[in-house]
């Protein structure tokens, strides 16, 4: 019985120590540092635990770069009246996005700032 119950509060811990774990928080970005971004959806992704927007934006040279862009969690986002279709490739969109502390281009939707999807606020007010 005491080696069931061992088992048992072991395997409870890893249950709940492995996502936590893998969760990066808000520490992978500069909340100091935010860009503005107009360019192409590629690619939008419904999922947990962060839904992703993929855009190619043209630099100053003309020169398309990939951008990742996270928002909330499905369940957080559908609040405020986004969904699976929300985007779709070829959309236009302009976001301002809080970049990645690393360089890399990736950000997170600020939540505070306006997206622009197709020339119109989004979500629709």
């Given at each position: 019985m005491k080696r069931k119950t061992t088992i048992l509060l072991l395997g409870l811990v890893l249950?709940?120590?492995?996502?936590?774990?893998?969760?990066?928080?808000n520490a992978a970005f500069d909340y100091d540092k935010k860009v503005t971004?107009?360019?192409?959806?590629?690619?939008?992704?419904?999922?947990?635990?962060?839904?992703?927007?993929?855009?190619?934006?043209?630099?100053?040279?003309?020169?398309?770069?990939h951008w990742i862009i996270e928002a909330?969690?499905?369940a957080d986002i559908s609040r405020q009246e986004w969904s699976h279709s929300s985007f779709k490739p070829g959309d236009e969109v302009t976001v301002t996005v809080?970049?990645?502390?690393?360089?890399?281009?990736i950000g997170r939707f600020t939540g505070k700032d306006p997206v622009i999807l197709n020339g119109k606020p989004f979500p629709p007010e």
């Open positions: 249950a709940v120590s492995i996502p936590v774990s893998a969760h990066h928080g971004l107009s360019g192409t959806v590629t690619q939008w992704i419904w999922a947990n635990p962060h839904c992703l927007l993929k855009v190619d934006v043209k630099d100053e040279t003309g020169e398309v770069k909330g969690t499905p809080i970049v990645a502390k690393n360089g890399q281009r």
